[in-house]
C-alpha cells in the first residue's frame, strides 16, 4: 500500500518538524524573570513643569484633531464633487 506509507512517511516528518520547533523556542517564550529588576530613575517634576506638559499635549492633541478632520472634509468634498459631476 503505497498511500499507507506515504501517510506515515508525512506525519514522521510532520513530527520531527513539531519537535524541532518546539525545542528552538522553548527559551523565547517570555516570562517573568526574578533575577532582572528594571531600575527607572524618574526625575522630579515640579508643578509647573507637569503643568506646561499637560499644555504642550493638550495643544498637540488640537493640532492632530483638526489635521483629521480637514483630511475628512475634504475627502468628503471631493467625494461629493465626484458623485455630482
Do not use: H
Not at 9 to 29: E, G
Request: net charge positive; aromatic share 8%; with cysteine.
Amino acid at each position: 500500500m503505497p498511500l499507507g506509507e506515504s501517510m506515515r512517511s508525512t506525519l514522521k516528518s510532520n513530527k520531527a518538524i513539531m519537535i524541532d520547533k518546539s525545542r528552538r523556542f522553548r527559551k523565547t517564550l517570555g516570562g517573568y524573570n526574578k533575577g532582572k529588576k528594571k531600575v527607572v530613575n524618574f526625575p522630579n517634576a515640579t508643578s509647573k513643569d507637569l503643568q506646561l506638559i499637560k499644555q504642550k499635549l493638550k495643544k498637540e492633541n488640537q493640532r492632530l484633531w483638526c489635521k483629521v478632520a480637514g483630511a475628512l472634509v475634504l475627502f468628503i468634498g471631493v467625494l461629493l464633487l465626484l458623485i455630482i459631476w
